[in-house]
């Protein structure tokens, strides 16, 4: 593909200046000093080694991030599905609107019901707890 009209003629111009003697150039040619030319470089591994070694930095940058964010993510996870699992009736609970109440009925189909004030019973799933405040005793015998 030929290059477009204006490109032609900015080129034409940069050479009939580079041989007219010293005319000004355009403003664009102070721009090629930035330019470096690229070299191939020869590598002193080949095969499967020298794909292996590419990698090598790549497959630390997400163990790095596996162990930094991931797996205390799960741990977080766990441990908070492993909490609103243990809810029973009686116990103190925080919301995630800030709301504290206390547990009156839990329900197998993650509906709990709590009481919010004196006769005030809001219905809301487990997974909106995010705290258990005071938990209750278990029952002897």
């Known amino acids: 593909n030929p290059p477009?009209?204006?490109?032609r003629i900015r080129a034409r111009d940069i050479r009939l200046r580079?041989?007219?003697g010293g005319?000004?150039?355009?403003?664009?040619?102070g721009l090629t000093m930035f330019i470096t030319p690229a070299f191939a470089q020869a590598t002193g591994t080949s095969g499967a080694?020298?794909?292996?070694?590419?990698?090598?930095p790549l497959i630390?940058?997400?163990?790095?991030m596996y162990f930094l964010l991931i797996r205390p993510q799960q741990k977080k996870l766990k441990d908070h599905r492993a909490m609103v699992d243990a809810l029973r009736r009686g116990d103190q609970v925080l919301t995630q609107g800030g709301i504290i109440g206390k547990v009156l009925k839990v329900n197998d189909d993650?509906?709990?019901?709590?009481?919010?004030?004196?006769?005030?019973?809001?219905?809301?799933?487990?997974?909106?707890?995010?705290?258990?405040m005071n938990k209750t005793e278990p029952a002897q015998g």
């Open 23 to 29: 005319l000004p150039l355009p403003p664009l040619w």
């Open 4 to 7: 477009p009209p204006a490109l």
């Open 49 to 56: 080694a020298g794909a292996l070694s590419s990698f090598i």
């Open 60 to 64: 630390l940058i997400f163990l790095i």
């Open 110 to 132: 993650g509906i709990l019901e709590v009481e919010i004030a004196d006769g005030v019973k809001v219905r809301m799933q487990r997974s909106s707890i995010t705290t258990v």
């Open 18 to 20: 580079q041989n007219s």
